[in-house]
Each structure stands twice: as structure tokens, then as C-alpha cells.
């Protein structure tokens, strides 16, 4: 853990909105007052249309550690009009939403022929000698940095954009080369540390996430003996069930409900986000007038939500929740209620392996962006005979993965930890807040 109790000696106040003071021996300058004189250039005779040139689209830019991941190819035809192009050690800057405000930042290395393109929503810096683009790197990587440019952004919402004259205009702290190279060279080091524990942390949160899948979708087809003697269930993607289990419908063991909120008789505002179902604030649910709400439907605990909409361009969320208490959720979704004899936490953890392995994305043959009850009536599913079998597994399930919830929830929370000590150590070193030592370590 880093100490952050030493500090420079002096220091000089700024008008800056995000950074107070800087270090009295460090110069204040404009951007722009550290841009090379000349950074427009000419594409070098040399190459020809058909040679392979390197393309950083923005999605090739990690927002988090400010790197380019990769390169796309094309040809140098295919760019030479409509993009952002730059040279190796230039550092480009996202100006559009959200992109700058996630930090797609970073400098360009690695160039084939030294020269390269990208997207046009790059800001696009050369430096002079004043700065390192290390350094330069640090500072417009900066969370604070960014997050006082936000307030800056011009346009309409999901096209706004900072522009260059703010950009070149915003003044910055900027010490001599010799603490530049120190300070580079401490976030880098200290930053990479960070970053190798958030790696580290991060995998097993994966692996917790691969454990729990996995034991949800063996329990729910094999159930808790695993002695019991298999039968091929006839569905092929569901494979072999207990002998003495069942292979029903949907029609079969539920119905859907549709109850409308006329008058407004419940006010109890819910919503299905990551697979479960949440209270919202009724008075302040994006902006909807309390009319909306007669539209939407009421729902009970014990009752299955599906969100089929959307299904060919989003293929990420998660589309089955229980209902725990009763309350008002949107029309759009459907609303399973089951009948006597079926346990609806069981066939829940059921429908939510059937999510995990996107069975609902390829039923009626994967055209479909959304599907009504009448589509998935006869999708199959399985169930022991007895609602005490299928409650023994619901409290098999429910112990088991609220232990393994109570971990994962645990590792999110020191990565979450780790990703804010990276975005502070960057502001405090790069506003001169720590004093970074000759031997480029922060003092303590």
C-alpha cells in the first residue's frame, strides 16, 4: 500500500474548477503550449493504396487502463478520408459521449509504417519536448480531468462532444523532464500493480460466476441424487434427466398473467435488472407521468418475469427474474403465474440456466426480436414430480449460491476498491497532491 503523507514544499493556486494548487517549481501552462508546432502531416509517398495500414477504431482503446488493445488492418485506400490519423507517440483522446467520460485515452505505439488511422471522434495530440506523452497520458487519463470536461460537452444527448478550443485551452501543471520521466515511471509501475491484483481478483470473480452456473444447471436437470438412474429427456439440448422426473410445457405447468394497474392501485414500481427484481421510485421513475403507470401490469410474488424483447441485438442481459413482493412492472414483459404442483422458485432457477445458455434467443428459429407467451407455450421444460423434491432443490440452490453470492459480492467490492485507489493515485501524482522522489517512489 502506498503512503500518501509527504507533500511538496510550496505551491501556487490555480482558477482550475477540479485542482486547487500545484507546486510553486512547476510551470502552468495551456495544452496547447506544449503541442508540437507542427502536427498535421502528409500520408509519405512511399506507400502506395494497397498497402496494409493499422486502423484504432474506439472499441480497440481499454477505457480503464487508457491502452490501445489492438489494431485493425485495411487498406491505406480505405482511409484516407473521414478519419483522425496520427504517428507513433502522438496520444489520442475520445471527444464524443460516453467515450471520453469512460477514458478512451491512449498512446499510440507500434505502428507499422510509423503512421496510422482511426476513429474521427479522436482528438489527436502531438507533443513538443516540454512534455513526455507519458506524462501528457497521466494527466488527460485522469478521472477528475475528465469528469470537469463532462460539464464542458456540447450537443444533443448520446452526440455530445469536447471540443479542441477547450481542450488546447485548459490549463495544466507541468514539472521538468526529469520529474515527468519519475512520475511516469512510478504510475507505471505502482498502476500495473493495481491493475495485476484487479486481474487476478477479476478471474475469480469469473470462476465464481462459471461455479454457480454450473451448479444451478446440473442441479436443476440432475437434481440431488446423483445415483438416480437417467433417462434421455428427448430434448436434445437438455440431455439426460432423473428417470422419474417429468417433461412438461410451459402451457402446461404455468399461465400468463396480464392484470392491468387501472386506477392506479399499486404504486409498488418494479424492474428486472441482472436477473432480479428491484424496487424503483415511483415519483422519480425517468421522468414518466403517474398515467403511464394504469399501463403497466401487476404482478405477485411467486410470479416469473421474462423480458423477450430485444432479443437479436442484445445478448448480454439477463431475462428471467421472480417476483418476491407484489408491485406494478411494464407491460412489455411476460408474466409467468404457475399452477398447483409446480414450485415457481424452482422452475425460476429452471428458466434462469435456460437464459445462461441463450435458449431463448434461437426459439422460433432466431428471427424473432421479441417473443409473446404464444411462442414459448411449448418450449420443454423439466421438473421433479413432487413440489417437496422441487423445494428441496430450491433450498439446496438457495443456500448454495447465496454462499457463493456472498464471495463474489466480496471480490467486486476489492476491485471496486482498487479501481478507485488507481484513479486517485493518477490525480494526486499528476497534480503535484504526492511528491514522487528521485528514485521514483511516492514519498512517505
Given amino acids: 500500500m502506498l503512503s500518501t503523507s509527504e507533500s511538496y514544499t510550496n505551491y501556487s493556486s490555480t482558477d482550475s474548477l477540479w485542482y486547487r494548487k500545484y507546486p510553486s517549481h512547476w510551470s502552468h501552462l495551456r495544452?496547447?503550449?506544449?503541442?508540437?508546432?507542427?502536427?498535421?502531416?502528409?500520408v509519405p509517398r512511399d506507400l502506395c493504396d494497397d498497402d496494409e495500414m493499422d486502423f484504432v477504431p474506439m472499441a480497440c482503446v481499454d477505457p480503464e487502463k487508457g491502452v490501445i488493445t489492438g489494431f485493425q488492418k485495411g487498406k491505406l485506400s480505405d482511409f484516407r478520408l473521414g478519419y483522425s490519423r496520427f504517428k507513433n507517440h502522438d496520444v489520442i483522446f475520445a471527444k464524443i459521449t460516453p467515450c471520453m467520460e469512460n477514458g478512451n485515452c491512449a498512446i499510440?505505439?507500434?505502428?507499422?509504417?510509423?503512421?496510422?488511422?482511426?476513429?474521427?471522434?479522436?482528438?489527436?495530440?502531438t507533443l513538443s519536448r516540454k512534455v513526455m506523452p507519458e506524462y501528457f497520458h497521466y494527466f488527460l487519463h485522469n478521472a477528475n480531468f475528465r469528469k470537469n470536461a463532462e460539464l464542458f460537452m456540447?450537443?444533443?444527448a448520446g452526440q455530445k462532444r469536447i471540443s479542441s478550443h477547450y481542450m488546447e485551452s485548459h490549463f495544466f501543471a507541468l514539472p521538468s523532464l526529469h520529474e515527468q520521466r519519475a512520475i511516469a515511471a512510478c504510475l507505471d509501475r505502482e498502476t500495473d500493480k493495481i491493475d495485476r491484483k484487479v486481474g487476478i481478483l477479476e478471474k475469480k470473480a469469473r470462476l465464481y460466476k462459471e461455479l454457480k452456473q454450473s451448479l444451478i444447471n446440473e442441479t436443476v436437470t440432475r437434481g440431488l441424487h446423483k445415483s438416480a438412474s437417467l433417462r434421455h429427456s428427448?430434448?436434445?439440448?437438455?440431455?439426460?434427466?432423473?428417470?422419474?422426473?417429468?417433461?412438461?410445457r410451459v402451457v402446461d405447468v404455468a399461465e400468463q398473467r396480464k392484470e392491468k394497474n387501472t386506477g392506479l392501485r399499486n404504486k409498488n414500481l418494479l424492474s428486472l435488472s441482472y436477473g432480479k427484481i428491484k424496487r424503483r421510485d415511483f415519483n422519480t421513475a425517468h421522468g414518466l407521468?403517474?398515467?403511464?403507470?394504469?399501463?403497466?401490469?401487476?404482478?405477485?410474488?411467486?410470479?416469473?418475469?421474462l423480458r423477450l424483447t430485444d432479443l437479436q441485438n442484445d445478448w448480454k442481459s439477463l431475462r428471467v427474474g421472480l417476483v418476491k413482493e407484489t408491485g406494478i412492472i411494464t407491460s412489455a414483459y411476460l408474466n409467468l403465474a404457475f399452477f398447483k404442483g409446480y414450485h415457481p422458485s424452482y422452475f425460476y432457477y429452471?428458466?434462469?440456466?435456460?437464459?445462461?445458455?441463450?435458449?431463448?434467443?434461437?426459439?422460433?428459429?432466431?428471427l424473432r426480436q421479441s417473443m409473446k407467451f404464444d411462442d414459448i407455450k411449448i418450449l420443454p421444460v423439466i421438473c421433479p414430480p413432487t413440489v417437496e423434491?422441487?423445494?428441496?432443490?430450491?433450498?439446496?440452490?438457495?443456500?448454495?449460491?447465496?454462499?457463493?453470492?456472498?464471495?463474489?459480492?466480496?471480490?467486486?467490492?476489492?476491485i471496486k476498491l482498487l479501481k478507485e485507489l488507481r484513479k486517485t493515485l493518477i490525480n494526486d501524482v499528476v497534480t503535484g497532491k504526492i511528491r514522487v522522489t528521485e528514485t521514483e517512489k511516492v514519498a512517505s
Wanted: aromatic share 12%.
Fill in 350 to 366: 429452471l428458466l434462469h440456466s435456460f437464459d445462461l445458455v441463450k435458449v431463448f434467443y434461437w426459439q422460433g428459429g432466431g
Fill in 154 to 156: 456540447k450537443g444533443s
Fill in 389 to 414: 423434491e422441487q423445494q428441496a432443490i430450491v433450498d439446496y440452490l438457495d443456500e448454495k449460491t447465496a454462499k457463493i453470492d456472498q464471495i463474489a459480492e466480496a471480490i467486486e467490492e476489492q
Fill in 289 to 305: 407521468l403517474p398515467a403511464s403507470f394504469e399501463t403497466y401490469q401487476i404482478v405477485a410474488p411467486g410470479n416469473i418475469i
Fill in 31 to 42: 495544452i496547447k503550449d506544449v503541442l508540437a508546432s507542427q502536427t498535421s502531416f502528409k
Fill in 234 to 248: 428427448g430434448v436434445d439440448w437438455i440431455g439426460e434427466i432423473p428417470e422419474h422426473w417429468r417433461v412438461r
Fill in 108 to 125: 499510440v505505439r507500434g505502428l507499422k509504417h510509423g503512421i496510422g488511422f482511426g476513429s474521427s471522434e479522436f482528438l489527436v495530440y
